[in-house]
């Protein structure tokens, strides 16, 4: 594995390699990668969420508590339900967006993909998507999987980030550079 930039990605990619090991050891790659992408559109959907795991206000028996309520009602059971209880219990929810990027990785690093990171203006086709993964395919060189995300605020185009590369083709950003340009010459 990379060196990591933070301390908080180091204890993410320690528990993201701690969960992928349970998970190889029981043979259930796929339901863990789906209950982590559920909880992760449960957290992007849920302002309440994201606040409960980020902030330093709720105890740890708090968090643990509320953690073990969400789960129980998503329906997120087995490893992943049983990874976030563990998480919580240990003061790490800050640190689970990290730790479902990291998974992600591992995973596709696993399975001899690359992994790309896509962020488009509204949600994309699986026909776009189909298309979108055979252009990354011929720049990395091998099957990408990609993660999708949708941020109505770029307008149009994709942001793709891929290893240390990003492509960002979005409206905002070239609406941003071209108004960075007119003040340049007024």
């Known amino acids: 594995m990379a060196q990591s930039s933070s301390p908080i990605s180091a204890v993410a990619e320690r528990y993201a390699g701690s969960l992928f090991e349970l998970a190889l050891q029981e043979n259930s790659l796929a339901k863990v990668e789906a209950d982590l992408n559920d909880f992760e559109a449960m957290l992007n959907g849920s302002a309440d969420l994201a606040r409960l795991i980020s902030s330093p206000v709720f105890s740890g028996d708090d968090q643990a508590k509320a953690i073990g309520a969400i789960i129980a009602k998503a329906k997120i059971t087995g490893l992943v339900g049983n990874f976030l209880r563990v998480v919580a219990k240990n003061r790490r929810l800050f640190a689970v967006p990290g730790m479902i990027k990291a998974f992600r990785q591992i995973a596709a690093d696993h399975r ?7 962020t488009s203006a509204h949600a994309l086709t699986a026909a776009q998507q189909t298309e979108l993964k055979a252009t990354l395919k011929s720049i990395a060189g091998k099957d990408v999987a990609i993660a999708m995300t949708v941020d109505p605020s770029l307008l149009g185009g994709l942001i793709v980030k891929m290893g240390s590369r990003q492509i960002d083709t979005s409206l905002k950003t070239k ?3 071209l108004k960075l340009a007119l003040k340049e010459v007024g």
Do not use: D, I
């Open 175 to 177: 609406l941003n550079s």
């Open 112 to 118: 001899g993909e690359a992994s790309a990171e896509v």
